[in-house]
């Protein structure tokens, strides 16, 4: 609202212009972009449910009820932050590697069903190789095979999964990575259950020290690019998972043992572990995918459930935002509230300037880069060539050493 300051001293009315309000956020509501990008950061990022952040607004005198805060996460996330989702999803399709995992979740209103029924959270996301990082959640009520077949309609390529079966009816245009990290907890799990003074040339030790060789070598291949890293793992890593899965066969274990359950994974899963060895932008586990999951995990611990499909399909679109933003380093609250400000929708033309990697994103959107460090994170599973290492080393050349004397000795017999 404007006054003209000369007619105030000289005129008998003074003129006043009155400036267009903006356009509400969601109609009739005081909701602001960075109102509900709080709330939302508040719950997704720093796991405060709205029942607290209600009854930390009503200390500082703010009467703003968690169905309010509800309803309003849900409008936004279904009218503007949607096209934003959709874009992201279809930047993922486009990639040739990727990650899938799932998870459970509580939906208390899903008709036809009873509240306390398992629904799921299904996540998909893009490889440490891309240049563009997308985080997927989408909500199901179930873990049936057709939703993966349905969310990656259109994708070819590898995707890095766990042991679930239905990851291994995809269609053929998409080749399915197992997770050596599932793959050794078995062994781990099993080694656990021994006494130390059991442990030593135990068959527990043995699987592990092959599936800690593997990650020791990948420790290794860290730096290389895809062609050289493909090619020291065929040199090197290859004859380690061929040593590891004849050794495997040769067992004789119990079906339903823990021994067994290692041997059955293994062999079972045999096909897909291997083909992490096709391709050198491949990982060797699907850490990645359950890093991933981990916010949502732990978030889950805090808000419990969602009342509704709606509320959780709204999650699941926040949660991709979020997450996507935080993989391309982009301030969660601030991307949020700028998104909102720009209110994305189908009609509001150019989109593509408000995903994560735009250079036409305001630098309130970034994080400050931190200092470059020298330091590489420690190995999973070993030291690289360090004592560890030379002694995973040694062990398995121990291993081939008994296993080579074996069939002399059994040559030997033949023979005579």
């Not at 930047?91 to 799921?120: C, F």
């Not at 979020?322 to 609250?333: D, Q, S, V």
């Amino acid at each position: 609202m404007h006054a003209c300051a000369n007619c105030e001293g000289t005129a008998e009315h003074t003129p006043i212009a009155h400036a267009a309000a903006p356009a509400s956020l969601i109609s009739g509501s005081l909701a602001s972009p960075s109102a509900v990008a709080h709330i939302a950061t508040q719950k997704y990022v720093n796991g405060v449910p709205l029942y607290r952040q209600e009854r930390g607004l009503g200390y500082d005198g703010v009467a703003l009820s968690r169905q309010t805060m509800a309803n309003w996460l849900v409008s936004c996330a279904k009218t503007y932050l949607m096209p934003i989702y959709l874009l992201l999803a279809a930047s993922l399709r486009q990639e040739s590697v990727a990650h899938a995992d799932e998870t459970t979740v509580q939906v208390l209103q899903e008709p036809g069903r009873a509240a306390q029924t398992k629904s799921y959270e299904w996540l998909y996301r893009t490889s440490g190789d891309t240049e563009r990082p997308v985080v997927i959640y989408e909500y199901r009520e179930t873990r049936g095979r057709d939703h993966p077949r349905a969310f990656l309609s259109g994708f070819e390529g590898y995707l890095h999964t766990d042991g679930y079966q239905a990851y291994h009816a995809l269609p053929p245009g998409i080749v399915v990575v197992g997770c050596w990290s599932h793959c050794r907890r078995y062994w781990e799990k099993l080694y656990e259950t021994l006494a130390k003074d059991g442990r030593t040339g135990s068959n527990a030790e043995r699987g592990l020290v092959y599936c800690n060789l593997l990650f020791a070598y990948e420790h290794e291949f860290r730096d290389m690019q895809p062609r050289e890293r493909h090619e020291q793992r065929l040199k090197y890593s290859k004859p380690v998972s061929d040593e590891f899965f004849d050794w495997v066969g040769s067992l004789n274990a119990l079906p339903k043992s823990l021994l067994g359950d290692a041997v059955h994974y293994a062999l079972a899963q045999r096909e897909y572990l291997e083909n992490v060895f096709l391709d050198g932008r491949l990982e060797l586990s699907n850490n990645r995918a359950e890093r991933s999951l981990k916010p949502f995990v732990q978030g889950r611990k805090q808000w419990l459930f969602s009342c509704s499909p709606n509320g959780a399909e709204a999650s699941s679109i926040i949660y991709s935002i979020i997450e996507t933003a935080k993989e391309n380093k982009l301030n969660p609250f601030q991307y949020i509230k700028h998104l909102l400000e720009m209110r994305p929708s189908d009609e509001s033309g150019d989109l593509d300037s408000l995903l994560p990697w735009s250079d036409r994103l305001p630098d309130t959107c970034r994080v400050p880069a931190k200092p470059s460090s020298a330091k590489h994170e420690r190995p999973m599973y070993s030291t690289g060539k360090g004592p560890l290492h030379q002694a995973l080393v040694k062990l398995r050349e121990r291993f081939h050493s008994e296993k080579t004397e074996a069939e002399e000795c059994g040559n030997a017999h033949i023979a005579q």
